[in-house]
């Protein structure tokens, strides 16, 4: 009795603690977001940004495309521009750019420093049927370009619509492109600390379908101004740029929401859980011969729980997928917290998810291989082979077809096809390589499985069981409670990363993480428990798709931000969002998967330790 005691204790100190981190992390994320920007943020984009006056300063242009589709993205000069007169030139960019879809070229601006100029012609053309039909086009379905003027964003529209309702008929339709672009400059000292761009309605051009080579004159101004706003505060104002609001009630209303979710399931099984475990020691313990002829629940199957699973190649290179994809994020959080992936730091996202992807896929050959070779396989070479391509075999195929659309649409969402080879060989001579290292390192592990009890030769007989206890329903009561925790923060994320808003705050994300992954563990065991309580010892795979469930309904989510709160539209644009947030939420499934195995396997080990089992 006292080592059950102390069994317990050993529980509640732990899910004490537990919530401590959790209280603390809040704490420290309602002090950062008190203290304004954070510090990380303050930074030089590059290592030289001072200029004197007259300085050439170069407007490079990124990408247009319609605004509510953020995938599909051309190349500035698509639409028949102004070009320079010297020639269009490409600006070097690096491979997360490139994967951003970003193109720097040139623009016929020139915006020296401190340098004001006002009503600049950069030429003058006339319109023909297909340039029309072009601008015409990009104004209807509400176009945007985006630039960057010494590494800073800014954006604006190709033109307006015009609705004329005439007191009888139908309602007629004006399409306007705007000529003359106002750039206003915000300096400080030598440096460039801001710029905004203005479209002057009273110059825009009528490219209706009615009117016939219209001839243009493409014009610009420039106006300097002095702030005082210093060089390195000069991203703050992205986080309140029109476009992309922060709603910090929202926020800590999820946090809060999160949190008394972990208080009541924390409770919830602490209560019953620990209650029924105590009372099932206690009747496991007494060593009377009528209670061993009558054992049922979960006592009953020792000889069956710790029978490997099928398909446990498979298995366990899910497992090792997973344990990478975990660790993987972690270290994406270290590096937002300290600031890496600051507001338009273009491409600094991919390139860490590329880089740190192929240097952690060593964790995933020695967790797959070793647990492998635990559970008495003997082929660990295929096992090696299955990790390597469990994860990246489905992401390539989906990745070969949505480029082939993206070349199709002439996007610069398509990759290069230098860029497909640099991401190849950092797969092939990086990622490979290390995880065939960390397979032979797993495969030479002598750790024993560990199992408190001895398998039976032949399996023991599944009791015919009800419907909801069957492994999809399971599977929905599994995934619905870490789901409901998350789902206000998905809506960020998705504005984000398949919209025009700015993700910041990632201390509230991290704090949203670590609650998920406590929710998936407990909901996952308590799920596991019941099962074993029933006399089902086919927990292995259960306890994994148990815990990946979540991502089946976060992918559910993905059909209710696409259809209810968002204006995308398109082949390509469909494509590119169901595609790419199949392959998020696979990798999703198999990490929050592995969260569920780890955590069940602790349990069951845990419950067969504490009782007498041949």
């Given at each position: 009795?006292?080592?059950?005691?102390?069994?317990?204790?050993?529980?509640?100190?732990?899910?004490?603690?537990?919530?401590?981190?959790?209280?603390?992390?809040?704490?420290?994320?309602?002090?950062?977001?008190?203290?304004?920007?954070?510090?990380?943020?303050?930074?030089?984009?590059?290592?030289?940004?001072?200029?004197?006056?007259?300085?050439?300063?170069?407007?490079?242009?990124?990408?247009?495309?319609?605004?509510?589709?953020?995938?599909?993205?051309?190349?500035?000069?698509?639409?028949?521009?102004?070009?320079?007169?010297?020639?269009?030139?490409?600006?070097?960019?690096?491979?997360?750019?490139?994967?951003?879809?970003?193109?720097?070229?040139?623009?016929?601006?020139?915006?020296?420093?401190?340098?004001?100029?006002?009503?600049?012609?950069?030429?003058?053309?006339?319109?023909?049927?297909?340039?029309?039909?072009?601008?015409?086009?990009?104004?209807?379905?509400?176009?945007?370009?985006?630039?960057?003027?010494?590494?800073?964003?800014?954006?604006?529209?190709?033109?307006?619509?015009?609705?004329?309702?005439?007191?009888?008929?139908?309602?007629?339709?004006?399409?306007?492109?705007?000529?003359?672009?106002?750039?206003?400059?915000?300096?400080?000292?030598?440096?460039?600390?801001?710029?905004?761009?203005?479209?002057?309605?009273?110059?825009?051009?009528?490219?209706?379908?009615?009117?016939?080579?219209?001839?243009?004159q493409f014009s610009y101004s420039v106006k300097w101004t002095h702030t005082t706003i210093t060089f390195d505060d000069r991203l703050q104002r992205y986080e309140r740029f029109p476009l992309n609001p922060i709603h910090l009630e929202i926020h800590w209303f999820s946090i809060i929401n999160s949190c008394v979710t972990v208080l009541l399931l924390t409770g919830f099984l602490a209560t019953i859980l620990m209650r029924v475990l105590k009372a099932d020691f206690v009747k496991f313990s007494r060593e009377d011969a009528s209670m061993e002829e009558e054992e049922s629940g979960w006592k009953y199957i020792h000889g069956d729980v710790f029978r490997f699973p099928p398909s446990k190649s498979l298995f366990c290179a899910f497992v090792g997928t997973g344990t990478q994809i975990f660790f993987l994020s972690l270290f994406i959080f270290a590096l937002a917290l300290i600031g890496v992936f600051y507001p338009y730091n273009r491409g600094a996202l991919f390139t860490a998810l590329i880089v740190l992807y192929a240097l952690t896929a060593c964790i995933a050959g020695y967790v797959a291989t070793s647990y492998y070779v635990q559970m008495e396989g003997h082929g660990w070479v295929q096992?090696?082979?299955?990790?390597?391509?469990?994860?990246?075999?489905?992401?390539?195929?989906?990745?070969?077809?949505?480029?082939?659309?993206?070349?199709?649409?002439?996007?610069?969402?398509?990759?290069?096809?230098?860029?497909?080879?640099?991401?190849?060989?950092?797969?092939?001579?990086?990622?490979?390589?290390?995880?065939?290292?960390?397979?032979?390192?797993?495969?030479?592990?002598?750790?024993?499985?560990?199992?408190?009890?001895?398998?039976?030769?032949?399996?023991?007989?599944?009791?015919?069981?009800?419907?909801?206890?069957?492994?999809?329903?399971?599977?929905?009561?599994?995934?619905?409670?870490?789901?409901?925790?998350?789902?206000?923060?998905?809506?960020?994320?998705?504005?984000?990363?398949?919209?025009?808003?700015?993700?910041?705050?990632?201390?509230?994300?991290?704090?949203?993480?670590?609650?998920?992954?406590?929710?998936?563990?407990?909901?996952?065991?308590?799920?596991?428990?019941?099962?074993?309580?029933?006399?089902?010892?086919?927990?292995?795979?259960?306890?994994?798709?148990?815990?990946?469930?979540?991502?089946?309904?976060?992918?559910?989510?993905?059909?209710?931000?696409?259809?209810?709160?968002?204006?995308?539209?398109?082949?390509?644009?469909?494509?590119?969002?169901?595609?790419?947030?199949?392959?998020?939420?696979?990798?999703?499934?198999?990490?929050?998967?592995?969260?569920?195995?780890?955590?069940?396997?602790?349990?069951?080990?845990?419950?067969?330790?504490?009782?007498?089992?041949?």
């Amino acid at each position: 009795m006292a080592q059950q005691g102390q069994h317990t204790n050993r529980h509640k100190s732990w899910a004490v603690g537990l919530l401590l981190a959790v209280c603390v992390c809040s704490v420290a994320a309602i002090d950062s977001t008190n203290a304004g920007v954070a510090p990380s943020y303050r930074r030089r984009l590059l290592a030289d940004h001072t200029y004197k006056q007259n300085d050439p300063v170069p407007l490079y242009a990124a990408k247009v495309g319609p605004f509510a589709n953020p995938s599909e993205t051309y190349e500035y000069y698509k639409l028949p521009y102004c070009k320079p007169k010297d020639g269009v030139r490409y600006k070097t960019l690096g491979m997360g750019e490139v994967v951003d879809a970003n193109r720097m070229v040139t623009t016929p601006y020139q915006l020296n420093f401190l340098v004001e100029r006002k009503g600049e012609k950069t030429c003058e053309k006339t319109l023909t049927d297909e340039d029309m039909s072009k601008f015409r086009r990009a104004v209807m379905d509400d176009w945007y370009f985006q630039m960057y003027y010494d590494d800073l964003p800014v954006w604006g529209f190709i033109g307006k619509v015009e609705k004329i309702i005439p007191k009888a008929g139908q309602p007629e339709y004006k399409f306007f492109l705007f000529t003359h672009i106002d750039f206003e400059v915000k300096y400080n000292g030598d440096n460039v600390v801001e710029i905004n761009v203005l479209t002057d309605p009273n110059q825009a051009v009528d490219i209706s379908e009615n009117t016939k080579d219209v001839k243009v004159q493409f014009s610009y101004s420039v106006k300097w101004t002095h702030t005082t706003i210093t060089f390195d505060d000069r991203l703050q104002r992205y986080e309140r740029f029109p476009l992309n609001p922060i709603h910090l009630e929202i926020h800590w209303f999820s946090i809060i929401n999160s949190c008394v979710t972990v208080l009541l399931l924390t409770g919830f099984l602490a209560t019953i859980l620990m209650r029924v475990l105590k009372a099932d020691f206690v009747k496991f313990s007494r060593e009377d011969a009528s209670m061993e002829e009558e054992e049922s629940g979960w006592k009953y199957i020792h000889g069956d729980v710790f029978r490997f699973p099928p398909s446990k190649s498979l298995f366990c290179a899910f497992v090792g997928t997973g344990t990478q994809i975990f660790f993987l994020s972690l270290f994406i959080f270290a590096l937002a917290l300290i600031g890496v992936f600051y507001p338009y730091n273009r491409g600094a996202l991919f390139t860490a998810l590329i880089v740190l992807y192929a240097l952690t896929a060593c964790i995933a050959g020695y967790v797959a291989t070793s647990y492998y070779v635990q559970m008495e396989g003997h082929g660990w070479v295929q096992n090696i082979l299955v990790t390597c391509f469990c994860y990246c075999g489905p992401f390539f195929c989906m990745f070969m077809f949505l480029n082939t659309v993206a070349i199709v649409y002439r996007s610069t969402a398509a990759l290069p096809f230098g860029t497909i080879v640099i991401i190849l060989v950092i797969w092939g001579l990086v990622t490979i390589p290390l995880t065939v290292a960390g397979g032979i390192a797993g495969k030479n592990n002598k750790a024993d499985f560990a199992a408190p009890c001895r398998t039976n030769k032949y399996p023991r007989e599944v009791p015919e069981l009800p419907w909801y206890r069957t492994a999809f329903p399971q599977m929905l009561m599994a995934g619905f409670l870490p789901f409901s925790a998350i789902y206000v923060e998905l809506y960020y994320i998705f504005a984000s990363v398949w919209g025009h808003k700015v993700y910041i705050i990632w201390s509230i994300l991290l704090i949203v993480y670590i609650i998920l992954i406590i929710v998936t563990a407990f909901i996952t065991v308590a799920l596991t428990y019941f099962q074993l309580a029933v006399e089902d010892h086919r927990w292995w795979w259960r306890s994994f798709l148990c815990g990946g469930s979540t991502a089946m309904f976060v992918y559910g989510y993905c059909f209710y931000y696409f259809y209810a709160r968002s204006g995308m539209s398109g082949f390509m644009q469909t494509s590119f969002f169901f595609g790419y947030n199949a392959m998020v939420c696979f990798g999703f499934f198999l990490m929050l998967g592995t969260v569920g195995w780890r955590a069940s396997l602790m349990f069951v080990r845990r419950i067969y330790q504490a009782i007498k089992c041949e």
